[in-house]
C-alpha cells in the first residue's frame, strides 16, 4: 500500500473511532436519566443480511482525491449524526410520480422522505388524523384540518421525533438509521384514527368532489421507492400511529404482496401499529350518529365504507363475507394477517374512550363511568392475549412511537424501544414465524386495574391550572374515591394508595 493510501486508512479509522466517541458524548442528550447504550455497529462485507458494509474504492486515488473525499464524507454521515457540524436532518418533501393518484381534494399526493445511505432498513410511517364518513362532515373537516386532506400548503421539510428522530436520547436503537433506512409520512388521504377514509381506492366521485385514495397512495410510494433503494433493501417496516397503525393492520400484506409481485422477494416486511386497535364497543351513552364526536366506531364504518370505497384485506373480507366493517377493528383483522406485526396500544385509550362517549374533562367522573373504563382495559387486555408481539401499558393516553417521551414508558422493566429492538433481531433468521424466542420480552401488557396505575405513563397535567398530577391526583381528581375502593378490594386505605404510588 503506498503510502498516501496509509494515511487515509489512519484517517478513516481515526473517523470511525471519533465518530464512535461522539455519538457516545451526543447520547448524553437532553435527557440526563442514565441509559443501557447500544452495542457499537460493525461493518462487515461478508454479512449483509447482520450488518451493513461501507465499501471505498482506493483504486487510483491518488489521482481521484475528490472523489475519495467524496467516498469519506458519505461515509461519515451514515455512520454518526454528529460526524459533521451541518448534517440536515430533516425530511424533505415528494410528489408521486403517478399524478392520478391524489389526496382527497385533487391536490398532489406525496411523502416525506430522509435516506441513510449505507443501511438496508426502510421505515415508511402512516400518519394519523381523525374522520369523516359523509359530504357533511368532510367538508367541516377540510375547513378545519385541511392539512390531512390536503397538500397544498404542506411544508417543504418535517423534522422526525420518536422512532423517526435521528438523536440517539430519542431513538437509542435507531437514531444512526442502520436499522430504519426511511422516514416516510404517508399524508392527505383523509386519515382518521378509525382509518378507513385513508385506505379507500376510490376516485372524487361528482356527488361529494373528494377522493379517497388511500391505499392506492401506499402502492405509488412503495413504487416510488423501489427507484430510490427500496429494491435493495433487507427489511421494510410499515409503521403507523392512530389511524396509521390500522392502515398498518389493513395494508402489511398488501404491501408485502406488491413487492413480492414486483419481484422483489428478499424484502422482509413487517409492521408496528401504534393506537390503531379499536374496539367496536356498545357507548356508554348511546347518541345519535349526526357528526364525528357523536358516532360510534361500526356507526361510522358501516356509514362510511361505501362512500369511501373502502379497501380491505382479502383473506379478512372472505372472513367477514358481506360484512366486511369488520376488518377495521384489529382483533377481528390481526389474525388474517401473514406479515409478523408488532401491536403497541393503550388500555384506556383516550380516542377510544371519547368515541365511546366517555367525556374526561375534569369533572369528577360517575361510579359506572368508572367501572366502564376499568372493563375497557379487560376487554383490550383479552383482544390481546394471542397477540405474540405487543406492547399494551395501562395509562390514559394516544399515540407513542413518534412521541420523545416514548423511550421512558416501561411494561413490566422493558421500555418499547427495547422490546420493539428485540422483537426485530428475532426475526432475522425467523422469516416465516410471527412469534420471536420466548427469552424476547416482546408481549408486555399491564395487569394494574386503573388509569396510569403504570408510574412510567406520560404526564398528566390539570387541564384547567397546567400543573403536573401524580396517580393519587389525577385518580382524586377524576372524582376516585379511595376508601370506598379500598373498602371493595378488601383492604387498608393506605395499603391501596401506597399500591398506587409505586405502580403495583
Same mark, same amino acid.
Given at each position: ?17 471519533? @465518530? ?41 486515488? =491518488? ?46 399526493? @406525496? ?15 402512516? =400518519? ?71 385506505? @379507500? ?42 389511524? @396509521? ?55 361510522? +364504518? ?15 373480507? &372472505?372472513?367477514?363475507?358481506? =360484512? ?48 366502564? +373504563?376499568?372493563?375497557?382495559? +379487560? ?87 397546567? &400543573?403536573?398530577?401524580?396517580? +393519587? ?32
Amino acid at each position: 500500500m503506498t503510502p498516501i493510501r496509509v494515511v487515509l486508512s489512519v484517517l478513516l479509522l481515526v473517523l470511525m473511532q471519533s @465518530g464512535a466517541l461522539c455519538a457516545r458524548r451526543f447520547r448524553g442528550g437532553r435527557n440526563p436519566q442514565p441509559r443501557r447504550s447500544p452495542p457499537p455497529p460493525t461493518y462487515r462485507a461478508d454479512r449483509g443480511d447482520t450488518t451493513e458494509s461501507f465499501p471505498l474504492d482506493f483504486t487510483a486515488v =491518488e489521482d481521484n482525491m475528490d472523489n475519495f473525499m467524496t467516498q469519506v464524507k458519505n461515509l461519515a454521515q451514515s455512520l454518526y449524526p454528529c460526524s459533521a457540524q451541518k448534517l440536515d436532518y430533516d425530511m424533505r418533501l415528494n410528489f408521486l410520480e403517478n399524478t392520478s393518484v391524489t389526496c382527497n381534494d385533487g391536490s398532489p399526493a @406525496g411523502y416525506y422522505l430522509k435516506e441513510s445511505r449505507g443501511s438496508r432498513r426502510w421505515l415508511i410511517f402512516l =400518519e394519523g388524523g381523525w374522520y369523516c364518513f359523509n359530504k357533511e362532515n368532510c367538508d367541516s373537516r377540510y375547513e378545519t384540518m385541511r392539512r390531512l386532506m390536503s397538500s397544498s400548503k404542506w411544508p417543504q421539510t418535517k423534522t422526525g421525533t420518536g422512532i423517526l428522530s435521528p438523536l440517539p436520547e430519542e431513538n437509542p436503537h435507531w437514531w444512526n438509521a442502520n436499522m430504519w433506512h426511511l422516514k416516510c409520512y404517508v399524508c392527505c388521504a383523509g386519515l382518521s384514527h378509525i382509518a378507513p377514509v385513508m385506505f @379507500g381506492a376510490a376516485p372524487q366521485p361528482k356527488q361529494s368532489g373528494y377522493a379517497f385514495m388511500g391505499s392506492l397512495i401506499i402502492q405509488e410510494v412503495v413504487k416510488d421507492l423501489l427507484k430510490k433503494g427500496l429494491d435493495n433493501a433487507k427489511v421494510l417496516l410499515l409503521a403507523g400511529s392512530s389511524a @396509521g397503525g390500522t392502515g398498518v393492520l389493513l395494508n402489511v400484506d398488501h404491501v408485502a404482496e406488491l413487492l413480492e409481485g414486483l419481484g422483489h422477494t428478499g424484502i422482509q416486511v413487517r409492521g408496528l401499529s401504534d393506537s390503531g386497535w379499536f374496539l367496536d364497543n356498545k357507548q356508554y351513552h348511546c347518541t345519535d350518529c349526526v357528526d364525528t364526536a357523536s358516532c360510534a366506531p361500526t356507526d361510522t +364504518i358501516k356509514r362510511g365504507i361505501k362512500y369511501w370505497g373502502g379497501v380491505v384485506p382479502e383473506r379478512c373480507k &372472505q372472513a367477514h363475507e358481506g =360484512e366486511e366493517w369488520n376488518c377495521f377493528f384489529g382483533y377481528r383483522v390481526f389474525p388474517s394477517i401473514k406479515s409478523p406485526v408488532f401491536v403497541v396500544q393503550w388500555l384506556f385509550d383516550e380516542a377510544q374512550l371519547t368515541v365511546d362517549n366517555i367525556q374526561l374533562t375534569g369533572q369528577p367522573v360517575q361510579e359506572g363511568q368508572w367501572r366502564y +373504563i376499568q372493563n375497557l382495559g +379487560i376487554e383490550l387486555r383479552n383482544t390481546l392475549k394471542d397477540v405474540p408481539a405487543m406492547f399494551a401499558p395501562a395509562c390514559l393516553s394516544h399515540e407513542v412511537i413518534t412521541r420523545n417521551y416514548w423511550i421512558d414508558v416501561q411494561v413490566k422493566g422493558t421500555s418499547l424501544p427495547r422490546a420493539l429492538h428485540c422483537w426485530d433481531r428475532s426475526l432475522h433468521d425467523n422469516r416465516n414465524n410471527k412469534a420471536p424466542p420466548k427469552a424476547c420480552p416482546v408481549h408486555l401488557i399491564d395487569s394494574c386495574p386503573w388509569p396510569h396505575c403504570n408510574p412510567t405513563c406520560p404526564t398528566i397535567r390539570d387541564q384547567f391550572t397546567g &400543573q403536573e398530577m401524580n396517580v +393519587i391526583q389525577f385518580l382524586m381528581h377524576m372524582g376516585f374515591d379511595v376508601q370506598k375502593m379500598a373498602q371493595q378490594q378488601g383492604m387498608d386505605p393506605s395499603k391501596l394508595l401506597g399500591m398506587l404510588s409505586s405502580g403495583s
